[in-house]
Every structure is written in C-alpha cells, then in structure tokens.
C-alpha cells in the first residue's frame, strides 16, 4: 500500500522536503522517535499488535497510540522507502540489563538504510523502549560516534563465534558506554518479524504481556519511562522523579495525559 505521507508528517510534526537525504534520514528519525510514543498495551491486554501497514497506519498514525519496536520501524520503513531510501530489515539480541552469560534472542527489530550517494549506510531504530535509544541515526562504521544530543551513541564491533561481523550499539551513561543491543548485518524479511513479533505478544515468559511499558522522549530532553504502575521521569539536566501510581485508573490517564496513548475503551488494564 502506499501510506499517506503528509498526514504522517503532520504527526511527527515534520516539514521538510521529502528526499532521499542524510539530513532528511535524520530529521526524519528525531521527529519519528520524539511524535510518537513506545507502549505494548495491545499484548497486555491480550491481542497481538498488527504489522499489517493499513493497521499500523490507523494506529500510529490517525489512532493516537504508539507501539513496540516492530510497529515502529515497520512503518519507518515503508515510509522511507517510499521516499526513496534503500531499507534493509535487521534483528538485534538486546543485552541491555542481561545478566552475564545470559544469551537472549534475537527479539529486537531495527534498520540498515542506504542513502543515495552517501559513503556508508545508517542504522536507524524508532523503536528501542529504552532512554538509551537512538534519537537519530548512526553511520554504519565500526567506532563511530553520535551526538544526537542530548543523548550520545556509538558503534563498535565486538568479537563473536560466527562468520558475520557483530556490531554493538553504545548509549552514554554517567562517562562511561553501556551496550544497548548487539547485531549482524543478515537482512531479515518481514515474515521472520511477524513470527518474532506472535511470539514477543504471547510468549508465557515475555515480559511485553505482563505489564504496560511506555517510553516518551520529549523536545525538552526531558524523557519518561512507565514500567508496570512505576513512572519515572528524567528532566533534561538528569533530574529524575519516580513514583508509583496508585493502580489501572491512574495508569489509563497517565498513559493519556503524559505518553499521548489514549487506550481502548472498555479495556481492562492491569492493577
């Protein structure tokens, strides 16, 4: 299908001039990362979200909802096709907050783009739930750095067993790199994304059909982040406020008013 690109803009708030370019990439991928939010309400309420661009349009779009990783970057990527960019589906094994030695699956959905005429491709990710996440694209080299402030980001590689490169993605943290996910460069098709995506919403062990996660940057900097009734908020100088709502009223407003998720009618949120 061929999505409606003006009243996508509109959403992110974008104005620019719809070209295949490094700067549009980027301006692209702040709008995208700051207009609409990340959330799993649909797994917790028991539903599998979407991948369908119809669906994800309504939703994210005209529906005034967010999504995870593969709602997000599902309809980056036809957006950005769309314009002429060369977009590539990759899959990453987040390692952020893993135990050592513990190997999670690849779970985690992000992009290689090719940019007319640019020396290298970009990584782009709208859907990383995490204040580590990517704000802008970062080029695809191995030590490059990013200031996509107020956040800093940067690639390395890292030594594995198998035959392709594995990339890492770093977010600073307090002077020091945090490794965010790790990936190769092994395109992945959307089928393989609608398989990882059933189960992320119905695995009995996913964390994503247990709780409500939400994450919202904002233009101020400033960033909030909802995990089950916990709600924090990191102002732009570091600043952080936590506090515990008081129970699925609060949650349901909360998730209106501070993350712009208006949640179903009639849906039963957890206590």
Not at 137 to 156: K, Q, S
Request: with cysteine; net charge negative; charged share 20%.
């Amino acid at each position: 299908m061929t999505l409606d690109l003006d009243t996508y803009f509109a959403r992110i708030g974008w104005t620019g001039e719809p070209r295949p370019t490094v700067e549009v990439l980027r301006s692209l991928h702040r709008a995208h990362s700051l207009g609409i939010p990340f959330e799993n309400v649909d797994p917790v309420l028991g539903s599998v979200p979407s991948l369908d661009l119809a669906d994800l349009e309504a939703k994210l779009v005209h529906g005034e909802r967010g999504g995870y990783c593969y709602e997000h970057n599902t309809l980056l990527a036809a957006v950005l096709r769309q314009l002429g960019f060369t977009v590539t589906l990759l899959a990453a094994r987040v390692v952020l907050g893993a135990a050592p030695g513990d190997i999670r699956p690849r779970s985690h959905m992000l992009l290689r783009v090719d940019v007319p005429d640019a020396p290298s491709p970009y990584v782009a990710d709208v859907g990383f739930g995490s204040i580590g996440a990517l704000l802008e694209p970062i080029e695809l080299v191995a030590g490059t750095e990013l200031h996509d402030a107020p956040r800093r980001h940067r690639l390395v590689t890292v030594a594995h067993d198998g035959p392709l490169e594995m990339w890492e993605l770093q977010a600073e943290k307090g002077g020091s790199w945090e490794a965010q996910y790790v990936f190769t460069a092994e395109p992945f098709e959307g089928a393989d994304f609608e398989m990882i995506n059933w189960y992320v919403a119905t695995g009995p062990h996913s964390p994503f059909r247990q709780a409500v996660y939400a994450q919202r940057a904002l233009p101020d900097s400033s960033h909030r982040s909802l995990a089950g009734l916990d709600l924090v908020e990191t102002a732009g100088d570091g600043t952080i406020r936590e506090r515990l709502l008081s129970g699925p009223d609060e949650l349901r407003q909360v998730l209106k008013d501070s993350f712009g998720i208006n949640v179903p009618e009639g849906a039963e949120l957890p206590a």
